[in-house]
Nanobody, 115 residues
C-alpha cells in the first residue's frame, strides 16, 4: 500500500522559513520521481517543484530561488525547504508520485504566511 504523509507546515511570518517533509512507504522510493504541489481553496492544485531519481530538480517560477526540493533515499523521505516565504505562498502543500500509472497524494500540510 502506497502511503505519503506530509508534515512540517505551520504559521510563519513573511520572510520566514519552513521545511516540509513527506514520509513515504509502499514504493521503492529511490527510483521514483517525486513532486511537491500546493493548493488554495477554490483553485486547482499547482506544481511547485520536482525531483527525479537522479536528484535533478525543476522549479516553477514562483519557487525558483526560494524553495529547494531534496530527497533522502535511505529514509524514503522527500523535503521542501522554503525560504523567503510570502503571503501568496499560503496553501496546503502535497507531495506526489506516480506508481503503476496511478497518481498518489498525501493529505497535505497547511502553510500559512502572515504579512
Amino acid at each position: 500500500q502506497v502511503r505519503l504523509v506530509e508534515s512540517g507546515g505551520g504559521l510563519v511570518k513573511a520572510g520566514g522559513s519552513l521545511r516540509l517533509s513527506c514520509a513515504t512507504s509502499g514504493i521503492n522510493f529511490r527510483i521514483h520521481p517525486m513532486a511537491w504541489y500546493r493548493q488554495t481553496p477554490g483553485n486547482q492544485r499547482e506544481l511547485v517543484a520536482t525531483i527525479n531519481s537522479a536528484g535533478n530538480t525543476n522549479y516553477t517560477d514562483s519557487a525558483k530561488g526560494r524553495f529547494t526540493i531534496s530527497r533522502d533515499n535511505r529514509m524514503s523521505t522527500l523535503y521542501l525547504e522554503m525560504n523567503g516565504l510570502k503571503p501568496e505562498d499560503t496553501a496546503r502543500y502535497y507531495c506526489n508520485t506516480n506508481y503503476k500509472q496511478r497518481a498518489y497524494w498525501g493529505k497535505g500540510t497547511l502553510v500559512t504566511v502572515s504579512s
